[in-house]
């Protein structure tokens, strides 16, 4: 047998657990059992026919070909034109790095910046891949709680106790995933408050900012002297429903511009030139999609909290943007790794741990509601049921 012989860097990745509960709620598909699907947060929605159209369109033009790695220059300027419009943010095509997905900008933004021993302060409960990227660097991982009686958002006190003279990126995530949970435009300039001066980056997340149901969002870049200490991070996959795209972008300072640039080159040369024209029309075009989707959400929304409401043991607080329920379910008795399992080989509803999002999350689970209503109303039955039954 051969030995393996693997870096140690990355046997310190973690992994994002919606996926692995994806491959059982489908083997268990394949044996015959009806499985409703909480566990992917994609829009069940298809991307938009405009959109569709104009990446045809690219095809049979010829746009098959390499781009720039930083991305198609009119596709950059489209961003920063929306970056205007949307973030008040002023920024030129300079400023922008075009790639695959999200998650690029967050493996990008640790890489370039963060080294051996610097610290990272992160949400927790938060994405999992911000925790597993600060790892994989030999990073020290800080855990920002982000609590329910704090309708979960960030403690701008408790952030300024965790800042030390390691400190170096604070990952900040509104409207957020797992929670749903949205920051006040208070909490973000307490935010800048706490770090302008101190040479500390943030990387923003900023992938849900369009799926809000009341109120709005505050980009930390749009505060004066933030914006180059501020990373943007945006992309496709949910204002659009456009995940299998594999479409995002990062609003940096040029020079870190220049260096995730490089990382680009080494790693994916670039984003399908078809698929940034297919973007320009996402962002130029009608914008009808998007409103009835967020609206189609927020229905769901109030059907899956009330539902949850009403099951004994479980409390849930409605979310203020993104497509995610986090239900408590310590009234329950049962801890979130034990009812989550419970509910996909019982009830046949595939749900994720709270704790799957880091130590915070613990008693809760997450929901993703981007399924229909018929089955919305399903699920909230059976987990009713099974829940019933753990006391019967």
């Keep these: 047998m051969i030995e ?23 083997a268990l598909e394949a044996q015959g059992k009806s499985i409703v699907h909480f566990e992917i947060g994609e829009p069940d929605f298809n991307t938009p026919q405009n959109i569709i159209h104009a990446g045809k369109k690219a095809l049979d033009s010829g746009f098959t070909h390499y781009t720039a790695a930083q991305g198609y220059l009119p596709f950059r300027e489209a961003i920063a034109d929306y970056a205007k419009k949307y973030k008040n943010v002023n920024c030129n095509a300079e400023e922008v790095v075009v790639v695959p997905g999200g998650k690029p900008i967050m493996f990008y933004t640790i890489m370039a910046l963060v080294n051996k021993g610097d610290e990272v302060i992160y949400p927790n ?22 609590k329910e009686e704090n309708n979960f958002r960030l403690d701008v006190n408790e952030l300024k106790s965790k800042i030390t003279s390691k400190t170096k990126l604070i990952i900040i995530n509104s409207p957020a995933n797992p929670t749903g949970g949205m920051f006040k435009d208070e909490d973000i300039d307490g935010i800048a408050d706490a770090i302008r001066g101190r040479g500390i980056y943030v990387l923003s997340d900023e992938i849900y900012e369009r799926m809000i149901y009341s109120g709005s969002v505050k980009s930390i870049a749009s505060i004066p002297g933030m914006k180059d200490w501020t990373i943007i991070l945006d992309g496709f996959s949910k204002t659009y429903a456009m995940t ?113 999002f880091g130590s915070y999350g613990e008693g809760y689970l997450r929901l993703s509601y981007a399924n229909s209503l018929e089955n919305i109303k399903i699920a909230l039955e059976r987990i009713d049921k099974a829940v019933k039954s753990l006391n019967a």
Aim: aromatic share 8%; with cysteine.
């Design 244 to 356: 299998g795209w594999r479409l995002g972008y990062g609003i940096m300072n040029k020079d870190l511009a220049a260096k995730m640039t490089d990382l680009m080159i080494n790693s994916n040369s670039c984003v399908a030139t078809f698929t940034q024209i297919a973007g320009i029309e996402a962002l130029t075009g009608p914008q009808d999609a998007v409103e009835a989707m967020v609206a189609e959400f927020k229905k769901r929304r109030d059907v899956i909290v009330d539902g949850l409401n009403s099951i004994k043991g479980i409390s849930c607080k409605k979310s203020d943007g993104a497509f995610y329920a986090f239900p408590n379910i310590t009234g329950t008795g049962m801890s979130s790794k034990r009812m989550a399992d419970y509910l996909l080989n019982e009830a046949g509803v595939a749900t994720l741990s709270g704790s799957s």
């Design 125 to 146: 409960p938060g994405f999992p891949i911000y925790e597993s990227l600060i790892n994989f660097v030999g990073a020290v991982p800080v855990p920002m709680p982000i």
């Design 4 to 26: 393996n012989r693997f870096a140690d860097r990355v046997n310190r990745l973690g992994s994002e657990s919606a996926f692995q509960v994806l491959s059982r709620a489908k």
